[in-house]
T-cell receptor
Framework: GNSVTQMEGPVTLSEEAFLTINCTYT??????LFWYVQYPGEGLQLLLKATKADDKGSNKGFEATYRKETTSFHLEKGSVQVSDSAVYFCALSAGGRRALTFGSGTRLQVQP | DAEITQSPRHKITETGRQVTLACHQTWNHNNMFWYRQDLGHGLRLIHYSYGVHDTNKGEVSDGYSVSRSNTEDLPLTLESAASSQTSVYFC???????????FGDGTRLSIL
């Protein structure tokens, strides 16, 4: 079956530090990959997506590249801000199955 | 603007009671989903629907039911609430399997 594994949190960084949140997956066929962000008390918002190998999704300074050879979709940002503090979820949909399979989420705390 | 709304945002009830959580979307999406969010588990799929009169069980469907009588609504019913069903519940909708899902803001349900 499909599964997503992402690094345990919380991740605590100082403002302007470099961020990496690791995400690896197993899936049937060729999945679409997503990163969602959840701010406190809110629902999930799409951060970025990639639908085929070697695609790079990007948004708000965040980037992730779909790596089929390593089955990975790591999230990166060059310089984090306090406002980036949130929970980040890696997710996939695959095999025509329209529901998402989520990782367990990684909480990011950015300190001024 | 199209949106997806959940109600109520917060609910406290007692074990054994029937509870219904509402989800309404104006995206005109065929696909609708219910997830529950628990610490350490990310989001797990409860039920989903690919269109009117279609419903399917997800990975944690025991004790829950849904019905889809129109495109816009997918209410989630807990037949006899149990303390293990205390959680945050999210509804989502999507157009295609490889496209992002849009999420509601969630319902925090406490069962005492």
């Amino acid at each position: 079956g499909n599964s997503v594994t992402q690094m345990e949190g919380p991740v605590t960084l100082s403002e302007e530090a470099f961020l990496t949140i690791n995400c690896t997956y197993t899936a049937t066929g060729y999945p679409s990959l997503f990163w969602y962000v959840q701010y406190p008390g809110e629902g999930l918002q799409l951060l970025l997506k990639a639908t085929k190998a070697d695609d790079k999704g990007s948004n708000k300074g965040f980037e992730a590249t779909y790596r089929k050879e390593t089955t990975s979709f790591h999230l990166e940002k060059g310089s984090v801000q306090v406002s980036d503090s949130a929970v980040y979820f890696c997710a996939l949909s695959a095999g025509g199955r329209r529901a998402l399979t989520f990782g367990s989420g990684t909480r990011l705390q950015v300190q001024p | 603007d199209a949106e997806i709304t959940q109600s109520p945002r917060h609910k406290i009830t007692e074990t054994g009671r029937q509870v219904t959580l509402a989800c309404h979307q104006t995206w005109n999406h065929n696909n609708m989903f219910w997830y529950r969010q628990d610490l350490g588990h990310g989001l797990r799929l409860i039920h989903y629907s690919y269109g009117v009169h279609d419903t399917n069980k997800g990975e944690v469907s025991d004790g829950y039911s849904v019905s889809r009588s129109n495109t816009e609504d997918l209410p989630l019913t807990l037949e006899s609430a149990a303390s293990s069903q205390t959680s945050v519940y999210f509804c989502a909708s999507s157009d295609r399997w490889d496209q992002p899902q849009h999420f509601g803001d969630g319902t925090r349900l406490s069962i005492l």
